[in-house]
């Protein structure tokens, strides 16, 4: 069992910054990809971003030059720099990691941090 506890949501005007952090603990070391989702009201979980446990990133086509996604293996947390914030960003930001070993891989999901970005 992986347990996710997000931190840092908030408030922020349109074009500020906010960084988000998803700290991770149980059984971290089956932890492969840490990745943040996002979801707006009446519409559908998204991707944000992923990283791999060898640094590899992946991002979603609406964030790409304006987050920043990274995780520090020591801590076992993972975290999404969030720049040029517009209104459209708003949403609960869950963090979300694939962990697993011989074979099988199990999805965790934290409980959700809210972002909010007023025009």
């Known amino acids: 069992q992986v347990q996710l506890v997000e931190s840092g949501g908030g408030l922020v005007q349109a074009g500020g910054s906010l960084r988000l952090s998803c700290a991770a603990s149980g059984s971290t070391f089956s932890i492969n990809t840490m990745g943040w989702y996002r979801q707006a009201p009446g519409k559908q979980r998204e991707l944000v971003a992923t990283i791999s446990s060898g640094g590899n990133t992946n991002y979603g086509d609406s964030v790409k030059d304006r987050f920043t996604i990274s995780r520090d293996n020591a801590k076992n947390t993972v975290y999404l720099q969030m720049n040029s914030l517009k209104p459209e960003d708003t949403a609960v930001y869950y963090c979300?990691?694939?962990?697993?070993?011989?074979?099988?891989?199990?999805?965790?999901w934290g409980q959700g941090t809210q972002v909010t970005v007023s025009s």
């Open positions: 979300q990691t694939l962990a697993g070993s011989g074979g099988l891989t199990y999805q965790y």
